[in-house]
């Protein structure tokens, strides 16, 4: 079983910036690739970034792509997602997810954070 803890959500104007973290406790954190996911008001959850387990590969979805980063400290079992020029449209909840499949971790990771709300004002 892997608990993930996320911090860092909320209210941020159009043009900032926020740095959301996900702590991972349980089993060995090194073992799986890690994810964030969002899902605004009406809509479903969406990907956002993902990461291995090593950290050496990376991967976005298009509408962050340039803007967002994600990075992990296996040392301190942390994954973070460093968010720049925030957009209205980025308003959502913010999810961290694990999985030790790369390929399930984009599609259906088997384990979830609560949330955290990210509200980017225009």
């Known amino acids: 079983q892997v608990r993930l803890v996320e911090s860092g959500g909320g209210l941020v104007q159009a043009g900032g910036s926020l740095r959301l973290s996900c702590a991972a406790s349980?089993?060995?954190?090194?073992?799986?690739?890690m994810g964030w996911f969002r899902q605004a008001p009406g809509k479903e959850r969406e990907f956002v970034a993902a990461?291995?387990?090593?950290?050496?590969?990376?991967s976005y979805a298009d509408s962050v792509k340039g803007r967002f980063t994600i990075s992990r400290d296996n040392a301190k079992n942390t994954v973070t997602l460093q968010m720049n020029s925030l957009k209205p449209e980025d308003t959502a909840v913010y999810y961290c997810?694990?999985?030790?499949?790369?390929?399930?971790?984009?599609?259906?990771?088997?384990?979830w954070g609560q949330g955290t709300q990210v509200t980017v004002s225009s």
């Open positions: 997810a694990a999985d030790s499949s790369q390929v399930k971790l984009r599609r259906n990771p088997d384990y």
């Open positions: 990461i291995s387990w090593s950290g050496g590969s990376t």
């Open positions: 349980g089993r060995t954190f090194s073992s799986y690739g």
